[in-house]
Nanobody, 114 residues
Framework: QVQLVESGGGLVQPGGSLRLSCVASGSIVGIYAMNWYRQAPGMERELVATISGGNTHYADSVQGRFTISRENAKNTVYLQMNSLKPEDTAVYYC?????????WGKGTLVTVSS
């Protein structure tokens, strides 16, 4: 059974940094992309960052501030978030797309507030 578990969320002041982690357990066959999404209160879930092969892609709102990376040996994907803004407040979810299916974590809450 595949399970994704996010961690690293919390309360941070504007301008601060956080690093989110997502660990995948179980057998995932043929991963082709790993993503971070976020959902703010009353808003739709939005794609924040993608890593696929050696390529990365970011939403315009986080470009230059967030960095997605993965560590294959640990089945882990990270999201380094710098220069955080109040509008980055949301629940952050990781997603894994594979030839065996698509998997989601349950999310970790990031709150940016003074």
């Amino acid at each position: 059974q595949v399970q994704l578990v996010e961690s690293g969320g919390g309360l941070v002041q504007p301008g601060g940094s956080l690093r989110l982690s997502c660990v995948a357990s179980g057998s995932i066959v043929g991963i082709y992309a790993m993503n971070w999404y976020r959902q703010a209160p009353g808003m739709e879930r939005e794609l924040v960052a993608t890593i696929s092969g050696g390529n990365t892609h970011y939403a315009d709102s986080v470009q230059g501030r967030f960095t997605i990376s993965r560590e294959n040996a640990k089945n882990t994907v990270y999201l380094q978030m710098n220069s955080l803004k109040p509008e980055d407040t949301a629940v952050y979810y990781c997603r894994v797309g594979s030839f065996g299916g698509t998997y989601w974590g349950k999310g970790t809450l990031v709150t940016v507030s003074s």
